[in-house]
């Protein structure tokens, strides 16, 4: 009994598991069946995933980028629903918005963005481990520049990519065989006569099977590539008003800072745009094209623009040294671009020293006992470009905007207090004796004679007594020539010596006899 039980329970659980039982197998095809299913739809309804890595400016001008890069019609979208947190404030941030189609029904991809503002070399180990094999095709670099210190652009420029090799440092070598690849491939995007347009679709080229016939590259393109597409972003354009009503920058001024920008981002095949908060820019459709989301229903074709100062739109792959100069013909782009390489290569006590040298040979009165001054593009555009900042009106207004407090470095009290004291016993020795009384006597007379003068100005003093005109002054003199006729001197000798008020009454006296004559007539029938 008990081994016909083993047996049976060895059969049992011999044939449940074996291999050749047909409803096992068509269990184990229909879990299958049900597993490629389900993971297809879910690959269908997964959205393209792109990464933006944006450096410098402030959390606050980061705010306003991230408000620039999505449409009128998203902004209202966001509004009704949840709108994603933004956290920025320290270290490395992070955010996301979805790229909606141009019916706003339909998503094209969702765009997580990485945000850095200190350009610190301890911060590269949080931005290496975003360059992952999966995410270097879907990436691209954002630099945010202000209008409001464009003399500090290259040296921003310069420290953000000084903090970027840094980064390339700590990623393996498949990482970096994969970035050469993707860089290889960006030589060639939008270029006339590629194959790929600039937001990687298949150009008209292609399409009409010519084969690929692009443009060489040429002097100073791409010799200092990145990794990852750049696009550099300049915010607050609206600012250039002000440096020209201000600062007295004129057009030339505008075009040699242009210049210097896109002459030093052709080295790294990157991109530029203007942007400003009183008018809409291209911004959108750049940084769409670069990370390769484009719109079956509606396409915005990005259009160069380097004649509007306010809103400059410089693709890659379309710059060149001979459209660099169109605008100041005597620009130097070569020597800019290869100092430019320099700097690259360059430590920063190296740039400390290219500028104090620069410094001491604008102090030195002898050109032939100064040294060779090293080619920097940093120190030769710091020293042409003027500071905004630096005059009284830019400061005022920089306090009225609340930017920064306008503060005074002030004396301690008891110090200032023992600096006054001396002065002014300094000068109490040094001024001049009290004069005598007597001195002063004429000063009075003087005092007199303006208050006669001013009563002079004054006129007589005339009233209205029963339709008489009278002259009160005039009148008061007649008595009193009148008294003085009829006194003698001894009498009046004796009035002076006794009282001042007697001759005072007797006046009184004699004028309201007088007056009361005159109010006791009867006036003209």
Not at 88 to 111: E, H, I, P, S
Not at 270 to 277: D, G, H, N
Not at 318 to 347: C, H, P, Q, T, Y
Not at 501 to 523: A, I, Y
Request: aromatic residues 6%.
């Amino acid at each position: 009994m008990t081994a016909n039980a083993n047996r049976v329970s060895t059969y049992t659980s011999g044939s449940g598991s074996g291999s050749g039982d047909p409803d096992t197998r068509n269990g184990e095809q229909k879990k299958d069946l049900w597993t490629s299913m389900l993971e297809s739809v879910a690959s269908g309804k997964r959205l393209p995933e792109k990464n933006l890595v944006v450096l410098g400016g402030t959390p606050e001008s980061q705010r306003d980028f991230l408000e620039s890069i999505s449409s009128p019609e998203s902004r209202r979208n966001a509004d009704r629903s949840k709108t994603p947190p933004l956290a920025n404030n320290f270290a490395l941030g992070y955010t996301y918005y979805d790229v909606l189609d141009a019916d706003q029904d339909d998503t094209l991809a969702r765009v997580s963005i990485h945000l850095l503002s200190q350009p610190s070399a301890e911060f590269a180990s949080l931005v290496a481990p975003l360059l992952t094999p999966d995410t270097i095709p879907n990436t691209a670099l954002i630099i945010l520049l202000d209008w409001s210190q464009p003399q500090e652009w290259l040296r921003q420029l310069w420290t953000w990519i000084q903090m970027l090799q840094e980064v390339l440092k700590k990623v393996d070598s498949e990482q970096h065989d994969l970035m050469e690849e993707v860089m290889a491939t960006w030589k060639e995007r939008g270029r006339g006569g590629a194959a790929i347009n600039l937001d990687g679709t298949p150009s008209a080229t292609a399409t009409s099977g010519d084969g690929d016939s692009s443009l060489p590259l040429g002097p100073g393109e791409w010799e200092e590539p990145l990794g990852l597409p750049l696009c550099v972003v300049c915010l607050n354009a609206q600012k250039i008003e002000f440096l020209e009503r201000s600062q007295r920058w004129k057009e030339p001024d505008f075009d040699t800072v242009l210049q210097y920008l896109r002459t030093v981002l052709l080295r790294h095949g990157a991109s530029l745009i203007y942007t400003s908060q009183n008018s809409p820019s291209q911004l959108p459709s750049l940084i769409h094209a670069t990370l390769g989301i484009t719109s079956l229903l509606k396409r915005n074709p990005l259009k160069h623009n380097v004649i509007d100062r306010d809103k400059i739109v410089v693709p890659p792959n379309w710059d060149s040294w001979g459209k660099i100069r169109v605008l100041n013909g005597n620009f130097d782009a070569e020597l800019i671009s290869n100092a430019w390489a320099e700097d690259i290569n360059s430590s920063p006590e190296d740039l400390e020293d290219a500028k104090e040298q620069d410094d001491e040979d604008d102090d030195d009165d002898h050109p032939q006992t100064r040294k060779p001054a090293r080619n920097s593009a940093i120190t030769r555009y710091e020293e042409w470009c003027p500071d905004p900042n630096s005059g009284g009106l830019a400061v005022v207004e920089k306090a009225m905007l609340g930017d920064k407090w306008i503060t005074v470095d002030s004396d301690d009290t008891q110090a200032f207090l023992e600096r006054q004291l001396k002065i002014l016993e300094a000068f109490k020795a040094k001024a001049p004796e009290k004069a005598p009384e007597s001195a002063i006597r004429p000063i009075k007379h003087l005092e007199f004679g303006d208050e006669k003068t001013v009563s002079e100005h004054i006129g007589p003093v005339q009233f209205n007594m029963g339709g008489i005109q009278v002259d009160a002054d005039d009148m008061l003199k007649r008595l009193k020539d009148r008294n003085a006729y009829s006194t003698t001197s001894e009498e009046a000798e004796e009035t002076a010596s006794s009282t001042d008020t007697v001759p005072q009454e007797l006046d009184n006296e004699q004028l309201h006899s007088f007056f009361s004559g005159l109010l006791g007539r009867k006036g003209p029938a």
